[in-house]
Each structure stands twice: as structure tokens, then as C-alpha cells.
């Protein structure tokens, strides 16, 4: 090989080397432009489904419009999935999440739905110092730290639901409603009501609230049942409340047994209308489950086909299209992803306690309401901010009753809620 040949080779070799590191340093820089953000929830459920559904949706949107804006630069956001099978282990959700934590390197968490899972989970993410926005939980305590030792809990934030007492508040509001229903069309002067509640932290919180406030709308407890979340038969308890002469059944039921109730509620024609929590029944596939016999439940519900705000029914709609679904409150970490996108970009970094000061100042239309945070760092509910709705199965199509002039609200679009017939019959003997 000649000289020429070898200078040949050698500019060759030099310039494979040099194209091989810019390759390199692309990669570094793609790579280093990634912000990891973790989902969780329990996959298996509709409740995990939401979540990943609901970030996923938000995620492609902005990494479509080129991303997070950090100063000059933009990230892209990687989703991690993590099953935390809490609504079945709530030690599978603590593991799940560290693994997420350790191996994927995520740099914020969404999601989680069951209490005892999310105060574990809070612990964890806190120990890292990792902002987490709970989309799922709505245990009160997990917000009282904040305000408690700040320092270590300001990484956390709830988005949705509502903390448990203003669950308790918004869904006896529902209550109140059917109950005046029964006063102003039945003359049913003191309305009797069976309290039914899950076994877990939120539904302890809704039951001793449900029974120290249902006396002040002039009515009585007839008494309180507390089935398990995943109950496959409610028989006995749905007998029991026959018999204690209960016209009206408040709720509040987060897993599977939602399915189970509303099924045999309405095939017993249990004489007491069903108003307050019941998650599966914010599902598309609820009817369909219950075999027709969910008619006429009625739950509180974050989402509604009414115009809550100018966003409501498109966004609701393109969840539909995406999903096959209706969505359920666990969606919110759709909202979750924007408003961490919005704290980053005002706050033109990462650095977690300028985005977290960027968080607080939040203040995001979405598709359930004005969504802002109190000194807590927890959603705030109000006619001006998050109002939650109540909607209620009418003929197999889901449709929304409430705020029907509540605090001068109706949102357009909704519908005078429908005793079930076979409780209007009861009500008239």
C-alpha cells in the first residue's frame, strides 16, 4: 500500500471515528432531553387503565407540539407503566413504584388509587424527593403534611378526586338532592337512608361523615353497611336494608363490588334510590356489567358530557375515541402532565423547588373545572374552581343531574335526575 492509499484510509478512518461521535453525543443529547414520567395504578382495573390512558393522551399531545420548553431547550416525555396492583396488594404498589424508582429512573410520579397504596407511595417518592401528583386517592392526611413538615412534603400534590371530606360534602350534596326530591314530589317528610361503605381509609372517612351529617337534611340513618371493596355478592347487605325500610341508599364504593351492588340492587328492586360514590358506575361498560340492571344509579363523577368549561366536551369525546371508554376521575393525569408542563416552562428549568413554587401558582382550565392547589397542595373545589359532577344512568345512557341550581350552577347540557320507577312505586303505596 502506497503512501496515498494509506493517507486514503487514514482520512477515512478518522472521519468513521468522528461520525461515530457525533452519533454518540446525538444520542447523549436525545437521551438527556427525555423527562420520565412513572404511571400508576392498578392495570388490571379500569382505575390503572385511566391513568395510563389519560397520560398517554396528554404525553403524545405535547411531545407532538416538540415537547417540554425548558429554556432554550425540549424535553420529551417518556411514559413509564407501573402496575401497582394496589386495589389487590398494597405491598405489590410500594415495590412496584421503588422498582420504577431504582431501574427506569423516572423523575416524577401520576396516579395511585387506593389509600393505603398512595400513603406508602408518598412516603417513597418523598425519601427521593420526586414530585407526585396523586390522581386516584383522596385520602385528607396525605395533604395535611404538607402544611405539617413541608420541607419534606412539598414534592406532592393531588389532583384528583377530592379529599375525602369534600368527597363526603359533594356526594351529601347528591344526597340532599334525592332527598329533596322525595320531600317536595312524595311528601316523604323525613327521608330514611342506609349508609353503604366499602372497608378501607376513605370509605371509615365517608361513613362517619355520612352519619353525623345526614340528620341535619332532616333525615335519619337507617343503619351502615361496609361491604368489601371487591364483594361478589351484596345480598345479605341489600336484604338488611330492604328490611330496615331505608328509602334511600348512599353509597360510596370505589372497586369491583360497585359492579356487584348496582347489579343486584337492581334486580332485587331494592325500594331505596341509590346516590353517592360508585366508580364503576362512571364507566362506559357499567350497564353492560350490572346486565342492564344499573339503571338509575346515581355517583359522583369528575366528567360529564356538559360544558363544565369550554374544553369539557371535545376533550371528553376524543377520550372516548381513543379509549372506547367514558373517563373515569383517574384520568386527571392527563391534567397532571400539562400542569407539570406549564410549572416547568414558567419556571424555564428542572430544578425541582423553582418548579415546584410554579405548581403552586397553578391555575389550569381543564376539562372538570378551574383546577388550582391550597396551601396544601390539594385540588380545590368550589363553584369557581373543580365542582365535581353527578350523573345518573337513564335508559342505559349516562347523563348528568347535578349542579342542577347549585350555587346558581347548571352546566348546559344537564338533565332533572329520575327516581327508579320501582322506587316511585314504593314511595306512592
Keep these: 500500500m502506497n503512501t496515498r492509499q494509506l493517507v486514503t484510509v487514514f482520512l477515512l478512518a478518522l472521519f468513521c471515528f468522528g461520525m461515530i461521535l457525533l452519533a454518540g453525543c446525538a444520542r447523549q443529547e436525545e437521551e438527556g432531553n427525555v423527562i420520565k414520567i412513572g404511571v400508576a395504578g392498578p392495570m388490571q382495573f379500569i382505575h390503572g387503565q385511566h391513568h395510563m390512558l389519560g397520560a398517554q393522551m396528554a404525553a403524545d399531545e405535547i411531545n407532538d407540539a416538540g415537547g417540554i420548553k425548558v429554556g432554550d431547550d425540549y424535553y420529551t416525555i417518556e411514559l413509564v407503566k407501573i402496575d401497582t396492583n394496589e386495589l389487590l396488594s398494597v405491598d405489590d404498589a410500594s415495590s412496584a413504584v421503588e422498582k420504577a424508582i431504582a431501574q427506569d429512573n423516572i423523575d416524577l410520579l401520576v396516579g395511585t388509587i387506593r389509600t393505603e397504596a398512595a400513603v406508602a407511595i408518598q412516603e417513597l417518592m418523598m425519601d427521593h424527593q420526586k414530585i407526585y401528583i396523586t390522581c386516584g386517592a383522596s385520602f385528607k392526611e396525605m395533604a395535611d403534611k404538607v402544611s405539617q413538615d413541608y420541607d419534606r412534603y412539598k414534592y406532592w400534590f393531588r389532583l384528583t378526586p377530592l379529599n375525602g371530606e369534600l368527597l363526603a ?151 372516548i375515541a381513543k379509549a372506547g371508554e367514558f373517563p373515569t376521575y383517574n384520568a386527571g393525569t392527563y391534567d397532571a402532565l400539562y400542569i407539570y408542563k406549564e410549572a416547568v416552562e414558567r419556571a424555564g428549568t428542572l430544578d425541582l423547588d423553582a418548579v415546584i ?61 329520575q327516581l327508579p320507577p320501582w322506587v316511585e312505586e314504593a314511595l306512592q303505596k
Design 169 to 319: 360534602k359533594a356526594s351529601l350534596l347528591l344526597l340532599q338532592h334525592v332527598g329533596q326530591v322525595m320531600k317536595d314530589d312524595y311528601g316523604i317528610e323525613t327521608p330514611k337512608v342506609a349508609v353503604v361503605c366499602e372497608e378501607a381509609a376513605a370509605g371509615d372517612t365517608l361513613a362517619a361523615v355520612a352519619q353525623q351529617v345526614i340528620p341535619s337534611f332532616g333525615m335519619e340513618v337507617a343503619g351502615v353497611w361496609r361491604p368489601s371493596p371487591q364483594a361478589t355478592d351484596m345480598t345479605a347487605e341489600l336484604a338488611a336494608i330492604r328490611d330496615s325500610g331505608a328509602q334511600i341508599i348512599y353509597t360510596y364504593l370505589s372497586s369491583s363490588g360497585g359492579v356487584t351492588y348496582a347489579r343486584q340492587w337492581g334486580e332485587l328492586k331494592i325500594p331505596a334510590a341509590s346516590v353517592g360514590i360508585n366508580v364503576e358506575a362512571q364507566s362506559k361498560g357499567f350497564i353492560e356489567a350490572t346486565d342492564n340492571y344499573g339503571n338509575y344509579e346515581f355517583t359522583l363523577n369528575t366528567y360529564a358530557p356538559v360544558e363544565i368549561t369550554e374544553k369539557t366536551i371535545k376533550w371528553y369525546e376524543d377520550f
Design 357 to 417: 413554587e410554579e405548581m403552586e401558582k397553578t391555575r389550569f382550565t381543564s376539562a372538570c373545572g378551574i383546577q388550582a392547589f391550597d396551601e396544601n397542595h390539594d385540588v380545590i373545589w368550589g363553584p369557581e374552581y373543580v365542582t365535581a359532577v353527578g350523573t345518573q344512568w337513564q335508559d342505559g345512557e349516562l347523563k348528568c343531574v347535578w349542579p342542577y341550581d347549585w350555587q346558581g350552577i347548571t352546566y348546559p347540557g344537564t338533565v332533572k335526575y
